[in-house]
């Protein structure tokens, strides 16, 4: 249902070329004429809805690639959803949760906005967010713990026992909705993460990676910068590390924090 309602506003919009879907196999071309591209992810947390934890909305905003113009629609439609993060113009996402935030970025650092019920519009609330360089608090499903590398349980051992390179001990928060704990640790600081080759590329890492370095944070795969990695398909899936850039420097250290092995969970 949202994916068709966010289809069809950006195809109102007369703006969007193409759009690129979590939800759908294959992007969808919309017109010739629109000068942006948007990749998205309709209903982030969608699993935790029947218990009323927070969801959110993942987007991110390219150009279109007008050197693409003259190529088959199916073929200009993957390479322009296939841009490498470092091309964004734009991301964002909303939380739906106690409040409704909307936090974007176009460039030049990230904003936060809170939807006015009263007014139907979204107020200015978090201006110019900065991560703090360290937080104290881990954001991952440590019930994983046994099947995570050796690198990984050596990071969480050392930093919930205040034997980090900061002198305290870290306290988990987790959410398990991705926006959720992604909002949380880019107010807070810290590091969110998923180690599994579970996140998409396209549409989760790229715009929540943009986000976190406009405000002053990393976006790391364990190795990699996120927004460096060219993708290579459009369901592409990796670990994800998000947050203080203290934090993610210190746990990418470790140097095995990528779990390869997956056993196959439910949930």
């Known amino acids: 249902m949202i994916n068709e309602i966010i289809l069809s506003s950006l195809r109102s919009s007369g703006k969007v070329a193409v759009v690129a879907s979590e939800e759908d196999d294959v992007p969808v071309w919309l017109t010739d004429d629109g ?8 209903l ?10 927070p969801t959110g909305t993942i987007f991110g ?15 200009k439609a993957l390479l322009n959803s296939l841009q490498s993060g470092s091309r964004l113009v734009a991301a ?42 360290r937080g104290q608090i881990y954001s991952v499903n440590d019930a994983r713990y046994f099947d995570w590398p050796e690198g990984l349980r050596r990071y969480i051992d050392t930093v919930r026992q205040g034997n980090g390179k900061y002198p305290k001990k870290y306290s988990a928060r987790y959410i398990c909705s991705l926006v959720a704990d992604f909002h949380r640790t880019l107010l807070y600081g810290g590091v969110a993460m998923n180690p599994r080759y579970h996140l998409r590329l396209v549409y989760e890492a790229n715009p929540l990676s943009f986000l976190a370095e406009q405000a002053g944070g990393k976006g790391s795969d364990g190795k990699n910068r996120i927004l460096s990695i060219q993708p290579v398909k459009l369901h592409q899936r990796l670990p994800l590390f998000l947050g203080s850039p203290e934090d993610v420097e210190e746990l990418e250290s470790y140097g095995d924090v990528q779990q390869k092995a997956n056993p196959g969970y439910e949930v």
Not at 62 to 68: C, G, I, K, Q, T
């Open 61 to 75: 905003v390219y150009n279109r690639l007008v050197e693409a113009d003259l190529l088959p629609v199916d073929e």
């Open 35 to 42: 000068p942006f591209v948007v990749v998205v992810d309709p």
């Open 92 to 133: 964002g996402y909303v939380l739906y949760s106690s409040a409704t935030i909307f936090c974007a970025s176009f460039g030049s650092g990230a904003h936060g906005f809170t939807l006015d019920h009263s007014t139907g519009e979204f107020a200015l609330t978090h201006p110019s967010i900065r991560i703090p360089p």
């Open 44 to 53: 982030d947390g969608s699993r935790n809805i029947d218990a009323s934890i």
